[in-house]
């Protein structure tokens, strides 16, 4: 079974330049959620979806980041313009709404902004 | 408000030994809780569970148990290996119908044969 896929993998970029992440959930599963992962701050929500619907979006650090999810089997979060201080692994997860329970996690995006 | 602590790390640990990571919470109502693990350039995955008071998660060797009148959810193993060398998370699930986990600030384990 395919797990949550994430592209790309890795990412380097300009400070500046528009930066946009992808993740597919699970099939079936309904709920998707984005996280960053530093050193300093460790692992935070940025936004979760339901149903393709944006639930909480307080995580999200400011207007530089957007995030959408068209359809129950993708989503994007962009970042523009990007800027050093959001170099992070961003991770992806999604889960069942039936079984809320178990999140399962994407191999992440190493995002570098120079 | 929702908030997991969990003891800061690294940990290091000689193969075989006894590992106990701390993790105790901050909720509303009654959370269920887990412990994530994850390995050196994965994603995090689910390593145990559990969703009511005295209830005990286990997976792997690994075992935790939810206490509710210390509000505690601590991790032990009782002979760690060199592969169980990771980054583990506690985190729980608010009861009040949100989807959304709150996670502690991780624990490094290193485990040296």
């Known amino acids: 079974d395919a797990g949550v896929i994430q592209s790309p993998r890795h990412e380097v970029t300009e400070m500046g330049q528009e930066v946009t992440l992808r993740c597919k959930p699970i099939s079936g599963h309904n709920s998707l959620f984005w996280y960053r992962q530093t050193m300093m701050r460790g692992l935070e929500l940025l936004i979760y979806f339901n149903n393709n619907v944006p639930i909480d979006d307080s995580g999200m650090p400011e207007d530089r980041f957007s995030a959408k999810m068209p359809n129950a089997s993708f989503s994007t979060l962009k970042i523009q313009p990007s800027e050093p201080r959001d170099s992070a692994v961003y991770f992806c997860a999604s889960s069942d709404l039936g079984r809320p329970l178990e999140q399962f996690f994407g191999p992440g995006t190493r995002l570098t902004v120079l | 408000g929702n908030s997991v602590t969990q003891m800061e790390g690294p940990v290091t640990l000689s193969e075989e030994a006894f590992l106990t990571i701390n993790c105790t919470y901050t909720a509303t109502g009654y959370p269920s809780l887990f412990w994530y693990v994850q390995y050196p350039g994965e994603g995090l995955q689910l390593l145990l569970k559990a969703t009511k008071a005295d209830d005990k998660g286990s997976n792997k060797g690994f075992e935790a148990t939810y206490r509710k009148e210390t509000t505690s959810f601590h991790l032990e193993k009782g002979s760690v290996q060199v592969s169980d060398s990771a980054v583990y998370f506690c985190?729980?699930?608010?009861?009040?119908?949100?989807?959304?986990?709150?996670f502690g600030t991780g624990t490094r384990l290193t485990v040296i044969p």
């Open positions: 985190a729980l699930s608010a009861q009040t119908g949100a989807n959304n986990l709150f």
